[in-house]
């Protein structure tokens, strides 16, 4: 007799794990120095951690907004150029993602749709990859920390 089929991963689920994701992710960025978050780059033309972490930011709220709307829009990002300027923005996307997450339904994450210039795919697939791309970014930061003498986090304290 086969088991009773569960859901793999719940909009519960998936939400909890990239907030997690992103938890880990705000304390490496003040675990940089200030004077190091912007500025250094171990080999040209690899961005700064701070750079890499304004592409994280600018993806959540277009994608959040873009799943329960359809409609996928960029807007030319502001950006502060402190740690301090940094971590306010990255808040203000959580934020974005703590309103719109409730409001997502099933068909949010089966919907296709193209994506900022990209094929189309699944809503499911579009957070997918603001993790991928996140996690991505943040190991990079992992190897700058390293470069500059300083311990990251621990990858899997994610509270």
């Known amino acids: 007799m086969r088991p009773t089929q569960a859901p ?8 909890q794990h990239l907030r997690g994701h992103r938890r ?9 120095p200030d004077d190091q978050l912007f500025t250094f780059r171990p080999a040209p033309p ?7 972490m304004r592409e994280v930011i600018d993806m959540v ?4 907004r873009g799943l329960t709307s359809g409609e996928f829009t960029w807007s ?8 301090t300027e940094l971590l306010a923005e990255w808040d203000e996307a959580d934020a974005e993602l ?12 089966t919907t296709e749709a193209s994506w900022f210039g990209l094929p189309p795919s699944s809503g499911l697939n579009k957070v997918l990859y603001l993790i991928d791309n996140e996690v991505h970014h943040r190991a990079q930061g992992y190897v ?16």
């Open 76 to 83: 030319p990002p502001r950006h502060g150029s402190s740690k």
């Open 98 to 109: 703590d309103k719109v997450w409730p409001s997502l339904h099933p068909e949010h994450f």
């Open 144 to 159: 700058y920390l390293r470069l500059l003498g300083i311990e990251p986090p621990p990858f899997y304290e994610r509270g």
């Open 46 to 52: 690899m961005r700064s951690f701070g750079d890499l």
């Open 61 to 64: 709220t277009p994608t959040m």
């Open 8 to 15: 793999l991963l719940t909009p519960d689920t998936l939400y």
């Open 24 to 32: 880990l992710t705000r304390r490496t960025i003040e675990a940089f």
